[in-house]
């Protein structure tokens, strides 16, 4: 199964469901669908524009996006193969253009 496309692959402890994530839109009901799975399973994985993340839901902490530096939230998100955390908004957004929206590169 190929992830490299603007739609999203959640697969958590029900199953998996596929959205599409093309518009800014799309990607907001993308997080809603995702932040409501995640108060049901401890751990899911979301495959977008090539990447494999995997979403957890923590208690609010001080822990800040590697990407922009904003507070992570509930939602936590790393990749596979990285230890560091980044904010579901980040994880969301297209690689090319996730800095230039969040005002980082």
Request: with cysteine; net charge neutral; glycine share 8%.
């Amino acid at each position: 199964m190929s992830y490299a496309s603007n739609v999203a692959h959640v697969e958590g402890g029900s199953g998996t469901f596929v959205l599409p994530a093309h518009s800014p839109y799309d990607r907001q009901m993308l997080r809603e669908h995702v932040d409501m799975l995640a108060n049901r399973v401890s751990a899911l994985t979301l495959g977008l524009y090539g990447t494999q993340w995997t979403v957890t839901r923590r208690p609010p902490a001080d822990s800040r996006c590697t990407t922009c530096a904003q507070f992570l939230g509930r939602l936590s998100c790393s990749r596979e193969d990285e230890a560091v955390a980044s904010c579901i908004d980040c994880a969301m957004q297209p690689r090319s253009s996730a800095g230039e929206e969040r005002g980082t590169l």
